[in-house]
T-cell receptor, first 116, second 115 residues
Framework: AQKVTQAQTEISVVEKEDVTLDCVYETRDTTYYLFWYKQPPSGELVFLIRRNSFDEQNEISGRYSWNFQKSTSSFNFTITASQVVDSAVYFCALGGMKTSYDKVIFGPGTSLSVIP | SAVISQKPSRDICQRGTSLTIQCQVDSQVTMMFWYRQQPGQSLTLIATANQGSEATYESGFVIDKFPISRPNLTFSTLTVSNMSPEDSSIYLC????????????FGSGTRLTVV
């Protein structure tokens, strides 16, 4: 069965601190997609990144970086020098790759509060 | 990337009534997905809607409660029928977006409160 675990329910950091959000997934598929989405208080879901299972290169985008380790089934997300605008719920998600239409399974989310 | 217009953005409904939520996409898409997000919870897939065929429902969701229409490649509706307070949630539609960033784009959501 497919499953996404985000062990951290809530995290609070002081502005400018670095913070890492953990994501562990389970799947029997050999190929799959991993995603991170941000949901600010306004409620919309904002796409952050997609990673293919066969591409284990880490990625950096500005203050955001992602560490994908297939050996440990983890896809962690780090925010460097956090800002108040980073306060949101962050969801890690797992999608199939067998067809174009495999559904996406979302983790429970991590609520991040950045305190000024 | 695809742009989704979802309506209404929020509604307060009486129990026992029905609400139809609309999603309009600015490009043609094969599959549309409907999710429910209960208060403080993650997203749960309700069903997958393919144009021209019956929607495929996930375990725990049935067509009588959540009928879906998909009349063309840019539009879909989800109806929440015979509502109870337990149906109070955010409902979101989503499409695959393999243009700009190869991800899934979501509508802005419909925040439903049943009283």
């Amino acid at each position: 069965a497919q499953k996404v675990t985000q062990a951290q329910t809530e995290i609070s950091v002081v502005e400018k601190e670095d913070v890492t959000l953990d994501c562990v997934y389970e799947t029997r598929d050999t190929t799959y997609y991993l995603f991170w989405y941000k949901q600010p208080p306004s409620g919309e879901l904002v796409f952050l990144i997609r990673r293919n299972s066969f591409d284990e290169q880490n990625e950096i985008s500005g203050r955001y970086s992602w560490n994908f380790q297939k050996s440990t089934s983890s896809f962690n997300f780090t925010i460097t020098a956090s800002q108040v605008v980073d306060s949101a719920v962050y969801f890690c998600a797992l999608g199939g790759m067998k067809t174009s239409y495999d559904k996406v399974i979302f983790g429970p989310g991590t609520s991040l509060s950045v305190i000024p | 990337s695809a742009v989704i217009s979802q309506k209404p953005s929020r509604d307060i409904c009486q129990r026992g009534t029905s609400l139809t939520i609309q999603c309009q996409v600015d490009s043609q898409v094969t599959m549309m997905f409907w999710y429910r997000q209960q208060p403080g919870q993650s997203l749960t897939l309700i069903a997958t809607a393919n144009q021209g065929s019956e929607a495929t429902y996930e375990s725990g969701f049935v067509i009588d409660k959540f009928p879906i229409s998909r009349p063309n490649l840019t539009f879909s509706t989800l109806t929440v029928s015979n509502m109870s307070p337990e149906d109070s949630s955010i409902y979101l539609c989503s499409v695959e977006d393999w243009t700009a960033y190869y991800g899934y784009t979501f509508g802005s959501g419909t925040r439903l409160t049943v009283v």
